[in-house]
């Protein structure tokens, strides 16, 4: 059987959706949570497109299904490729050495090649289903080699890669055997977006150090002569929607809940971060078990809620993190709790998004301190949850940081100004901290998901030249 063919076609590691199987064996399919899928639903919604993605198990993919007026199409990962393509290449080569290698990357040969093979098997998949012409949406560090191989089968179609996490110096980049590889397979495309210039501007460095690649502004002579432009198109969350979930009477009131809970404390802190060494949570912990310790921060009337989404609990890395974070608590909450009050409420799961306003209206202090960071939704999600009075403590590595310039901006590493951030954020008149939070929603409001969305597609089908309104401004 033939399959269907769709003007837009989106290829990311994962589908947007996770498999569940029911008590009587029946298997359902729920929207998954994580960054990419909360961004992209609102762009997918009202089209006819295509999804190309693992389902997330080891075994033969399931066939092609529709969800929610999508067309998914599964790709199978073996065993081997889960530990070679997805945990290994993936996740313990590029993730770190693009996060500014916070924890060092490891190089292997044979998941080298698993990446290449999978990223063939993308480009195969996107082919079948892309009709003449078709626009390509490709996602992510794990799919950087598809551009070129999908061209070198379909030259008809319009191909653009967005990169969620950051595109590091080409000083760190360089350190990656066969580096060229992933340039060149990049260079397939007809644009490149990126979280922020610098990223952008780091990948044209790394074209023009080690293709000898022509740079001019934002275009890259590809070494074929096309020309490919890398900009930044900086990602965001479906502002309006969330906004009206978090000003519900109902959400109102569990966010009062949710601090009476605790003990009605003076001051509520919060973190919410996939559980990854990127995110910072132990400097975090460590600037607060210290202001608890100096006396900055009184252990009765303070609580920090710090949620964490377990993730890639296979890896080594991630096992270590999870003892250290939870060794980390454990301190504090010995330390300083007493019958009824606990300084850390720590909590390893996933909350549905109605929670997750709640817990965002409830908050006075997020602290979003990542070590390294592309964009950070979870900034974004504060900003349009959040009492008016209420502030965010942001770090200068989070690519949020370049739109919220009104948050209280720390450097995660230096944890005694981390610590003086945040008792700044505490202690800053209620007027002060409005202001900032005004600054910062209309920030947010100027980029919603949608916007980043047309803006991508815009520059996509503009490239190699700037889009109107872009070219406009
Ligand atoms: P992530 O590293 O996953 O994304 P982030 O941008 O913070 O990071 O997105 C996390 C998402 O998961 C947010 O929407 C948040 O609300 C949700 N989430 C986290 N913990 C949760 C929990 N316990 N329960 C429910 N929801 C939870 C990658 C990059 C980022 C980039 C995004 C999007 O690393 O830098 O911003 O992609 O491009």
């Given at each position: 059987?033939?399959?269907?063919?769709?003007?837009?076609v989106?290829?990311?590691?994962?589908?947007?959706?996770?498999?569940?199987v029911?008590?009587?064996?029946?298997?359902?399919?729920?929207?998954?949570?994580?960054?990419l899928?909360?961004?992209?639903?609102?762009?997918?919604?009202?089209?006819?497109?295509?999804?190309?993605?693992?389902?997330?198990?080891?075994?033969?993919?399931?066939?092609?299904f529709?969800?929610?007026g999508?067309?998914?199409?599964?790709?199978?990962?073996?065993?081997?490729?889960?530990?070679?393509?997805?945990?290994?290449?993936?996740?313990?080569?590029?993730?770190?050495?693009?996060?500014?290698?916070?924890?060092?990357?490891?190089f292997?040969?044979?998941?080298?090649?698993?990446?290449?093979?999978?990223?063939?098997?993308?480009?195969?998949?996107?082919?079948?289903?892309a009709?003449p012409?078709?626009?390509?949406?490709?996602h992510?560090?794990?799919?950087?080699?598809?551009?070129?191989?999908?061209?070198?089968?379909?030259?008809?179609?319009?191909?653009g890669w967005?990169?969620?996490?950051?595109?590091?110096?080409?000083?760190?980049?360089?350190?990656?055997?066969?580096r060229e590889?992933?340039l060149?397979?990049?260079?397939?495309?007809?644009?490149?977006?990126?979280q922020?210039?610098?990223?952008?501007?780091?990948?044209?460095?790394?074209?023009?150090?080690?293709?000898?690649?022509?740079?001019?502004?934002?275009?890259?002579?590809?070494?074929?002569?096309?020309?490919?432009?890398?900009?930044?198109v900086?990602?965001?969350?479906?502002?309006?929607e969330?906004?009206?979930?978090?000003?519900?009477?109902?959400?109102?009131?569990?966010a009062?809940?949710?601090?009476a809970?605790?003990?009605?404390?003076e001051?509520?802190?919060?973190?919410?971060?996939?559980?990854?060494?990127?995110?910072?949570?132990?400097?975090?912990?460590?600037?607060?078990?210290?202001?608890?310790?100096?006396g900055?921060?009184?252990p009765?009337?303070?609580?920090?809620?710090?949620?964490?989404?377990?993730?890639?609990?296979?890896?080594q890395?991630?096992?270590?993190?999870?003892?250290?974070?939870?060794?980390?608590?454990?301190?504090?909450?010995g330390?300083?709790?007493?019958?009824?009050?606990?300084?850390?409420?720590y909590?390893?799961?996933?909350?549905?998004?109605?929670?997750?306003?709640?817990?965002?209206?409830?908050a006075?202090?997020?602290?979003?301190?990542?070590l390294?960071?592309?964009m950070?939704?979870?900034?974004?999600e504060?900003?349009?949850?959040?009492?008016?009075?209420?502030?965010?403590?942001?770090?200068?590595?989070?690519?949020?940081?370049?739109?919220?310039?009104?948050?209280?901006?720390?450097?995660p590493?230096?944890?005694?100004?981390?610590?003086?951030?945040?008792?700044?954020?505490?202690?800053?008149?209620a007027?002060?901290?409005?202001?900032?939070?005004?600054?910062?929603?209309r920030?947010?409001?100027?980029?919603?998901?949608?916007?980043?969305?047309?803006?991508f597609?815009?520059?996509?089908?503009?490239?190699?030249?700037?889009?109107?309104?872009?070219?406009?401004?």
């Amino acid at each position: 059987m033939t399959s269907p063919t769709f003007d837009l076609v989106i290829a990311a590691n994962r589908l947007p959706v996770d498999k569940e199987v029911a008590e009587d064996g029946s298997i359902e399919w729920h929207r998954s949570p994580g960054g990419l899928v909360t961004a992209m639903e609102s762009v997918m919604r009202g089209r006819e497109a295509a999804w190309i993605g693992w389902s997330g198990d080891a075994g033969d993919p399931p066939e092609p299904f529709e969800e929610n007026g999508m067309y998914l199409v599964p790709i199978g990962l073996s065993e081997d490729e889960v530990t070679n393509y997805y945990e290994g290449y993936s996740n313990d080569t590029l993730w770190p050495l693009y996060h500014d290698v916070i924890v060092p990357a490891t190089f292997r040969r044979r998941w080298r090649s698993s990446y290449e093979r999978l990223n063939q098997r993308f480009a195969d998949a996107v082919s079948e289903v892309a009709a003449p012409g078709a626009t390509v949406w490709l996602h992510d560090y794990q799919l950087q080699r598809v551009p070129s191989l999908l061209r070198a089968i379909r030259p008809d179609l319009r191909i653009g890669w967005f990169n969620h996490i950051p595109f590091p110096p080409v000083e760190i980049f360089m350190q990656l055997p066969g580096r060229e590889t992933l340039l060149e397979g990049l260079l397939g495309a007809d644009f490149l977006g990126f979280q922020v210039r610098a990223d952008a501007a780091n990948f044209r460095e790394a074209c023009r150090r080690l293709l000898r690649a022509p740079v001019k502004g934002d275009v890259v002579t590809a070494p074929d002569g096309r020309r490919v432009r890398a900009a930044a198109v900086p990602i965001s969350i479906d502002v309006e929607e969330l906004r009206e979930l978090a000003t519900s009477p109902e959400t109102l009131q569990r966010a009062k809940e949710i601090r009476a809970e605790m003990g009605d404390p003076e001051v509520l802190l919060l973190g919410v971060d996939r559980l990854d060494y990127t995110k910072g949570i132990r400097h975090r912990l460590k600037a607060y078990g210290e202001l608890l310790a100096d006396g900055r921060l009184d252990p009765r009337k303070t609580r920090l809620v710090q949620i964490a989404t377990p993730s890639r609990e296979r890896l080594q890395a991630y096992r270590v993190l999870r003892g250290q974070i939870e060794q980390a608590v454990g301190r504090i909450n010995g330390d300083h709790a007493d019958f009824g009050d606990t300084p850390v409420v720590y909590m390893r799961r996933s909350f549905p998004k109605e929670e997750m306003a709640a817990i965002y209206a409830a908050a006075d202090v997020a602290l979003v301190t990542p070590l390294r960071d592309g964009m950070n939704l979870v900034a974004k999600e504060f900003v349009t949850c959040a009492r008016d009075d209420a502030a965010l403590v942001l770090s200068e590595f989070a690519g949020a940081a370049g739109e919220l310039k009104r948050a209280y901006l720390c450097n995660p590493h230096d944890v005694d100004r981390l610590k003086q951030t945040i008792t700044a954020a505490i202690d800053a008149p209620a007027d002060e901290r409005r202001k900032r939070m005004r600054s910062m929603r209309r920030a947010v409001l100027a980029n919603d998901v949608h916007h980043w969305a047309e803006a991508f597609l815009a520059s996509l089908q503009a490239a190699p030249e700037l889009p109107a309104e872009e070219s406009a401004r």
